[in-house]
């Protein structure tokens, strides 16, 4: 990586903390496997589902009226009960 990218970076990481975790960690995952890319992959999913159950009214109401719990989804199939 050159200097001008680590300068980008580290001007972009003093308004967003975290953000060179964040960029070493997407340099490992890019060597992944598919099998363990997807599981990153469903764990970011979940992250997001349960973000938007915690901290959206419109989405909580969607998931109770069709019984759905974040913690309870396991599986894509119930990923896509999900109303968009």
Known sequence: MNFSTWQYLFRYSLGKPGTIG?????????????DEL??????????????AYENVPWYRKK???KGLRPDNMVSEKDFQ????
């Open 22 to 34: 964040m960029f070493q960690r997407n340099l490992k995952n890019q060597f992944l496997d598919t």
């Open 38 to 51: 997807a599981e990153v992959s469903w764990k970011k999913t979940k992250d997001t589902i349960l973000s």
């Open 63 to 65: 998931f109770d009226e």
């Open 81 to 84: 009960l999900i109303p968009v």
